[in-house]
């Protein structure tokens, strides 16, 4: 769980923005929803992929949904 009002509370340049987002980690068998007609994919299988993917999105301040791009999803966190 995220609270976005307390990590705001601790941004280092909030005189400058407020963090309004944060870049996921997520374990492999998690499954995001693609807008590629295949409906709901892990994202291990993406990150072996390597290739950017439309996923639907929903905006928490209007309940909007919109599809954007996932940019290379990639496994990251190794030595």
Known sequence: MLFYDTLNDYNPIKYAETILTTNPCLSGDTLVAVADGRNAV???????????VPVYCIN???????????????????D
């Not at 928490?60 to 190794?78: A, V, Y």
């Open 42 to 52: 892990s994202i291990k299988e993406l990150a072996q992929k390597e290739k950017d």
């Open 60 to 78: 928490s301040l209007t309940g909007e949904s919109s599809i954007k791009m996932m940019r290379n999803p990639r496994i990251t966190g190794f």
